[in-house]
Structure formats: C-alpha cells, structure tokens
C-alpha cells in the first residue's frame, strides 16, 4: 500500500521487518521504551479491548496489534502525531483492528466509556512541566517529554477509569518516579502486581521502569529480574534480545 509522507518523515521498520512506521527526527520517533512497554504489558490473546494513552506516532498500540487480535485504541493529542499513527495503521492494513484517536486522554473515559478495556498502556511524559525554560524548543518534543497537558495523576487515574474490573494497566518511566507512581496507583485502585528495573549496562543505575497493575485486585507486587540492555562492547544483551526479537 502507498501511503504518503510528508515533511522528513521516513518509513522504518518497527523491530520485525513485517511492521512499518511512520517516523521524523523532528517531530517523534520511537525508543527503546515504547518496545520494552508493549511486549512487558498483559494483553487478552483472542478478544478483548486495549487502548494505548499518550500513543505518539503510535509505535506501542503497533506492537500491541501483533500480539493480540483485540481491538486496539490508540490516544494521541498532537494532531501531527495522531495522523502519523492513522497512516502507519493503513500502511500495515490493521485498519480493522486498530483505531487513532486524536484528543486529551482525560477526556477519553467520557468519550469511549468507563470500564470498557481489559488493557491500558501508557509511555507518558517523563519530566515535570516546571518552567518554559525547561522545554524543547521543539513543541512536539516538549509536548512528549513533560507534563504539558497531562501530568502522571492525570495519567493514571485515566487508565482507572478506562479498566474494567480486573484488567491491567501498564506504564513505563524513570525510577526516580517510582513512589509516585505506586502511591498513585493505590490511590486510584490499581493495585501493582509487576515491577522491573531495566538498566543500560551492569554496573550502571536503572534508568527506566516497567510496571503493571490490576483494576481492584489484591496487594501481591512481583519484583522481576532486572533487565540489562547493553554489554560492555555495545551490543544488546542476551536477555534484552529475548524480550526484543522473541530470541
């Protein structure tokens, strides 16, 4: 299928040579995050909803749809973003399984309807909106990166109202976040139930967290073997190839 790109944009492969994406350098691309996000997430095999908050060019929702014939949603608010993500849902012709919406996640629990998703995922932004000065001068980027328009509260109470009972939310963000993100989640009934630590190389502080929790379930949190991306020679590690090509 032919799909138009625009600007820089450029088409690449999104980890299995079967999955394209629609990237720029100057608006979004895709990082290590977003595929650590979407093959850590619980998702229903056969059937079933699962909606995707914060979905950027739509990277995460795009793995998600391999792994699962549920329906999948993805929420983006830059329009830029959004529409990246609609084509790369055309341009792999997952237009049955897969829609974009483009709009604020705290407006989704009255758009699409509280309690209606067996999974949420989110890759939020990572740093607090503190100042102008702290922002990209690139908007998309800034927008991504801090809490502009929605704020890790925001975040997580969405997701708790779009669970259903006993569904599973799942994010991905720094570790110094950590507190906040487990008193938050408790705080809005989802109980934490996985937790893993990922690490650029041994040796080195974790930069990045995987968890997931459960819609009213009960307090069992499973502290999982940490994950060490790079060797000392640069090369991905054993394990981070497993949880990456399925190795």
Same mark, same amino acid.
């Given at each position: 299928?032919?799909?138009?790109?625009?600007?820089?944009?450029?088409?690449?492969?999104?980890?299995?040579?079967?999955?394209?994406?629609?990237?720029?350098?100057?608006?979004?691309?895709?990082?290590?995050?977003?595929?650590?996000?979407?093959?850590?997430?619980?998702?229903?095999?056969?059937?079933?909803?699962?909606?995707?908050?914060?979905?950027?060019?739509?990277?995460?929702?795009?793995?998600?749809?391999?792994?699962?014939?549920?329906?999948?949603?993805?929420?983006?608010?830059?329009?830029?973003?959004?529409?990246?993500?609609?084509?790369?849902? !055309?341009?792999?012709? $997952?237009? @049955?399984? *897969? &829609?974009?919406?483009?709009?604020?996640?705290?407006?989704? %629990?009255? =758009?699409?309807?509280?309690?209606?998703?067996?999974?949420?995922?989110?890759?939020?932004?990572?740093?607090?909106?503190?100042?102008?000065?702290?922002?990209?001068?690139?908007?998309?980027?800034?927008?991504?990166?801090?809490?502009?328009?929605?704020?890790?509260?925001?975040?997580?109470?969405?997701?708790?109202?779009?669970?259903?009972?006993?569904?599973?939310?799942?994010?991905?963000?720094?570790?110094?976040?950590?507190?906040?993100?487990?008193?938050?989640?408790?705080?809005?009934?989802?109980?934490?139930?996985?937790?893993?630590?990922?690490?650029?190389?041994?040796?080195?502080? !974790?930069?990045?967290? $995987?968890? @997931?929790? *459960? &819609?009213?379930?009960?307090?069992?949190?499973?502290?999982? %073997?940490? =994950?060490?991306?790079?060797?000392?020679?640069?090369?991905?590690?054993?394990?981070?190839?497993?949880?990456?090509?399925?190795?």
């Amino acid at each position: 299928m032919e799909i138009e790109l625009k600007d820089d944009e450029r088409l690449d492969y999104l980890v299995d040579p079967q999955l394209k994406i629609i990237q720029s350098p100057s608006v979004f691309s895709f990082s290590l995050d977003a595929v650590l996000l979407s093959r850590f997430a619980y998702v229903p095999i056969q059937k079933g909803n699962i909606i995707d908050l914060c979905a950027g060019n739509g990277a995460v929702g795009l793995l998600l749809s391999q792994r699962s014939k549920a329906h999948v949603t993805m929420v983006e608010i830059q329009k830029r973003l959004s529409d990246m993500a609609q084509r790369s849902v !055309a341009l792999n012709g $997952l237009e @049955e399984q *897969m &829609k974009v919406v483009n709009g604020n996640i705290i407006d989704m %629990p009255e =758009l699409l309807g509280h309690g209606r998703f067996d999974t949420v995922t989110c890759n939020p932004p990572y740093f607090r909106a503190v100042n102008k000065r702290d922002y990209n001068e690139n908007e998309h980027l800034a927008i991504a990166r801090h809490e502009i328009y929605c704020t890790l509260e925001d975040v997580i109470s969405v997701s708790s109202q779009l669970l259903k009972q006993g569904g599973k939310a799942a994010f991905v963000h720094r570790p110094n976040r950590l507190m906040d993100i487990l008193a938050l989640m408790r705080k809005y009934r989802i109980e934490p139930k996985r937790l893993q630590l990922v690490y650029p190389k041994s040796g080195e502080e !974790a930069n990045m967290l $995987l968890v @997931e929790g *459960m &819609k009213d379930g009960k307090p069992d949190l499973h502290l999982l %073997p940490p =994950l060490t991306v790079y060797k000392e020679n640069g090369e991905y590690t054993s394990e981070l190839k497993k949880v990456f090509y399925g190795q």
